[in-house]
């Protein structure tokens, strides 16, 4: 058998299993979102609306964040040059980690070219740091985390998602005189449900653990400046290495540690991942501190994003449809099905003009196939309306169940 062959055979298994990924071609207009332009494959192009973004507050298309890129770009150019050591950090980038530290409330930051990178670099770093340490890893975390905890070549141990009960015994089992570290999530993005922070934290004192936590899918989004879910439960204190992005509430690109000044001037040192990758160009570091500085003093947009997120949970839950709800902004419909949930996800793009994207194994297991909605405070109730019913014809056209509804 040939070579090409193997791949035919690989990538007809996604076929057959209904899981086979496709691009679509939007383009995003400015000043418009969640409006775009989807051109088809015929070359044919049709208005849609975009409900599977990460720009979870169109912060992408902000005043401010356009301005900032377009003055350093007309400073500085296109690219950084090189790397952060060799040519590649400028006063944009410093400006940015300032920001981030500033937000998280720590001595100091680190920016990556993206928070996969970030997450993947540090934990694989970590070891070297701290000979023999042992990772405690969430079952459900990030596969930036498990990539990172994978590669770092110490020990690991994985405890049952949110699971306190079982992260004890595993601490306990181990030699108390070795360095350890939980690793987590405040937000898992594909169900919506919060970690048990301070209760981690408790126990991360008790066992003498570093803790680590992801904050993604929240940086923007929670807390008084958006500095995420530890900052709205006031437990940024607790936490030894913050993990965001730049790329989803902030709508730029890139991502972050946030940690004391000798935590991060470790990684800086020791990571592959960051010491030969080039820096991301000086208008996007420009534009994501703008950003982040925008949205220390917006709650406004904090609070019209939680509502929006909480109506449309409320009107799908009262079709019946099968909507995960942990009160977070994130909106899951399950369909439990890989062929359901991609022939939904055409039927509404191309009948409706509404774009979401199917989440199928390996993201999520099977049998938990689903539907997953970002609504922003910049979705209307236009927008929300035409969503819901499309959802609510589809459903009955499909022939889908429906969960009990009150009387």
Not at 25 to 36: K, Q, T, V, Y
Not at 50 to 69: S, T
Not at 104 to 129: Q, V
Request: glycine content about 10%; some cysteine.
């Amino acid at each position: 058998m040939t070579y090409s062959e193997k791949l035919d055979q690989a990538i007809e298994r996604l076929h057959d299993e209904g899981r086979y990924r496709t691009f679509i071609d939007i383009e995003r207009r400015n000043g418009n979102f969640p409006h775009a332009v989807w051109t088809k494959p015929d070359g044919s192009e049709q208005d849609i609306t975009v409900w599977c973004g990460n720009d979870y507050l169109g912060m992408g298309q902000n005043k401010a964040v356009l301005e900032a890129m377009h003055e350093a770009i007309d400073a500085t150019g296109a690219g950084s040059g090189g790397t952060r050591n060799i040519s590649g950090t400028t006063v944009y980038h410093k400006q940015l980690e300032a920001e981030l530290a500033d937000l998280h409330g720590k001595e100091s930051a680190l920016l990556f070219t993206s928070a996969y990178i970030a997450n993947d670099a540090t934990l694989s770093t970590l070891p070297k740091l701290f000979p023999g340490l042992i990772i405690y890893s969430d079952s459900l975390n990030h596969a930036s985390m498990i990539e990172g905890v994978r590669r770092n070549g110490g020990a690991k141990r994985i405890f049952r998602h949110n699971d306190l009960a079982h992260l004890r015994e595993l601490l306990a089992a181990d030699d108390a005189d070795a360095p350890k570290l939980i690793a987590f999530e405040s937000i898992y993005s594909m169900d919506g449900d919060f970690a048990p922070i301070e209760e981690i934290c408790d126990l991360a004192d008790e066992f003498g653990a570093l803790t680590y936590i992801d904050e993604v899918h929240a940086v923007g989004m929670y807390g008084p400046r958006g500095a995420g879910v530890a900052e709205r439960d006031r437990l940024m204190h607790r936490l030894d290495i913050i993990n965001g992005t730049l790329a989803k509430a902030y709508g730029v690109m890139g991502g972050y540690i946030a940690a004391s000044a000798k935590m991060c001037d470790a990684i800086r040192s020791y990571a592959p991942g960051f010491i030969f990758t080039t820096s991301l160009p000086p208008a996007v570091a420009a534009g994501a501190a703008a950003s982040v500085a925008f949205l220390k003093r917006a709650p406004e947009l904090r609070q019209k994003h939680q509502e929006q997120a909480a109506a449309l949970k409320l009107r799908l839950k009262g079709l019946g449809l099968p909507v995960i709800d942990h009160g977070s902004h994130i909106v899951p419909v399950i369909v439990g099905n890989p062929v359901h949930t991609k022939l939904l996800s055409d039927m509404l793009l191309e009948e409706f003009g509404i774009y979401v994207q199917p989440i199928n194994f390996p993201t999520v297991p099977r049998g938990t196939e689903r539907l997953r909605f970002t609504p922003s405070p910049v979705h209307g109730p236009r927008e929300m309306d035409a969503l819901v019913n499309a959802m609510d014809g589809l459903w009955a056209h499909c022939a889908l169940n429906r969960a009990e509804q009150a009387g």
